[in-house]
């Protein structure tokens, strides 16, 4: 059942009703949370019902492994390490063996060897990614001692299934979000409406802005025989507004779902293509996952507080390993590792950028900002700018449907200087025909013409206005304020925008796959 469906539209009230009705009629917070269990699994089961259970063998192994190390101090590290493992293979035999088996039968191959290892026919359980690092989470902070161990069956199978974050996040701490569980939700109007209103802007960007988005990048990166190498660059720009629209829409719909019911999950985007930096993109762009990263990997290894070549070490294995989370496939690994040389390359020139930057007067030594070093707006402009740039690159192997398909878009880049010249050498009436062309604006091909990429453009625009706008605070305090009327035709224009405007056919959330 995906938020953007039929389905939910009547489910979601029927949960806030029943939610209500235990919270203020039966007052028993036990049964409070036995219905949002069951709403929870139903939920989930609505995708594939034989999954069930691998969400509650996940839930068994990390409760149950959660009260043993508090209860045998010495075998601490033998539970822990067997509730990463147990839940780790069953994330690997779902989502790893077939890659893995194609890669060993790939070496086979060049080998001359008969031996085949074979193939596993088996659906991918939506939100295994997501339910398995939130329980193991879990698991490893009550190894640290972060948080105690939850007794309560009932509370801590909620934790892990709740169901506005199951599927794609985000990915919550439990000492956020398993003690809310525990105190029964209270009416409170201006809680529910900015619940909606968050929600509301979520759905404007799923099926307004990203599925507009995806027809072209879908016709470009589908179909590469047709493909120039300026559309590749062009699908590459308008996939990093369509997969952050998809995503931040559905972390944004499961937000404000959460609040309408009175839970308060953590933000999980923070205008993302404002970052000056690639390892500050990371700290904007998909919260939940970046900060586990962080927490349970990167810091291990050591973080920052080693020597640059290991610093540097960090960076290639954390970001390869984000990658390869993303999916059982080489060119996302390959786009995991780019990240994680931008950040090392980042690393290393940071002295000598920080000496130009001083040298050229564009920036100066302060030890009151952040860095120790101010910046002019300017240069800081160009940081932007230069950020986004790299992301957009990365972003072709991230699309590319595998590698084959990414060495095909890296040669048609080479033609791009080629393909520009072509538009302005044109003459005046072959202008059109040939920025058409260049740009693969036929709808029998890419599904896109001239107007359909003008209004693609002006939602891009009009995205980055509103992130510009709300860098200081929410959206929806900033409307809030603003008098009856105004306020009341932002929230039109917004319905109106969902009802009318919205791209036809359901699509699924991108990160679903994941």
């Known amino acids: ?52 259970c691998l969400i509650l063998i996940s839930v068994v192994i990390t409760y149950s492994s959660g009260i043993l190390m508090e209860g045998h101090e010495k075998q601490k590290p033998l539970i822990l390490t067997v509730s ?26 060049k080998s001359d060897s008969s031996a085949r290892v074979p193939e596993l026919n088996v659906l ?37 299934t709740f ?57 470009i990166y589908n179909n590469l025989e047709i493909a ?6 062009v699908g590459a720009f308008f996939f990093s507004f369509q997969v952050l629209c998809d995503f931040s829409g559905y972390s944004d719909i499961a ?27 990371w700290q904007r762009w998909h919260i939940s996952l970046s900060s586990w990263f962080k927490d349970y990997l990167y810091f291990p290894l050591g973080g920052s507080r080693v020597s640059t070549a290991r610093h540097c070490f960090n960076f290639m294995v954390v970001m390869g390993v984000s990658g390869f989370w993303h999916g059982a496939a080489w060119h996302y690994v390959v786009w995991g590792l780019m990240h994680g040389v931008y950040q090392s390359i980042g ?57 084959s398909d990414y060495a095909v878009a890296l040669q048609k880049l080479l033609l791009i200087p080629s393909e520009i010249v072509s538009i302005f050498t044109a003459g005046a009436h072959g202008f059109i025909e040939a920025f058409r062309s260049v740009f693969v604006l036929d709808e029998s091909m890419s599904g896109y013409g ?34 009856a009327v105004i306020r009341w035709l932002c929230y039109y224009a917004l319905v109106f925008a969902i009802l009318f405007l919205s791209v036809t056919g359901k699509t699924e959330f991108v990160y679903f796959q994941f």
């Open 1 to 52: 059942m995906a938020f953007n469906s039929v389905q939910f539209l009547i489910f979601f009230p029927i949960v806030f009703l029943c939610y209500f009705f235990c919270s203020y009629v039966i007052k028993k917070n036990s049964v409070t949370q036995l219905v949002l269990l069951a709403f929870s699994l139903f939920f989930y089961a609505c995708w594939e019902p034989a999954y069930l």
């Open 84 to 109: 990463l493992v147990s839940n780790l293979l069953i994330l690997f035999f779902f989502k790893y063996f077939n890659f893995a088996g194609d890669t060993i039968n790939w070496f086979l191959s």
């Open 124 to 160: 991918l359980p939506v939100g295994i990614s997501f339910y398995t690092f939130q329980a193991l989470g879990y698991s490893i902070d009550v190894y640290k001692g972060k948080v105690k161990a939850e007794r309560n069956f009932i509370t801590y199978a909620l934790f892990v």
């Open 163 to 219: 169901f506005p974050q199951l599927v794609a996040g985000p990915i919550e701490r439990t000492e956020n979000l398993l003690p809310q569980f525990k105190v029964d939700s209270k009416f409170d109007y201006d809680r529910i409406t900015s619940g909606l209103k968050l929600a509301a802007w979520g759905f404007f960007e799923k099926v307004v802005v990203a599925d507009r988005l995806a027809v072209y990048v879908n016709g």
């Open 228 to 233: 120039t190498g300026t559309s590749i660059i």
């Open 255 to 281: 937000i404000g779902v959460a609040r309408i019911l009175g839970f308060n999950l953590m933000r999980n985007f923070r205008r993302p293509f404002f970052a000056k930096s690639i390892g500050e993109v």
């Open 347 to 403: 690393l290393l020139t940071t002295p000598i950028r920080r000496k130009i930057l001083v040298l050229c007067k564009l920036g100066s030594y302060d030890n009151s900002v952040k860095g120790g070093l101010r910046i002019k707006r300017p240069w800081q402009f160009v940081k932007i700018a230069i950020t986004f740039m790299l992301f957009i690159f990365a972003a072709i192997v991230f699309r590319a449907n595998n590698m």
């Open 450 to 483: 001239i107007k359909h990429f003008a209004g693609a453009m002006l939602l891009v625009f009009l995205l980055l206005l509103v992130d510009f706008i709300t860098r200081k605070e929410r959206g929806y305090d900033i409307i809030k304020r603003q008098p």
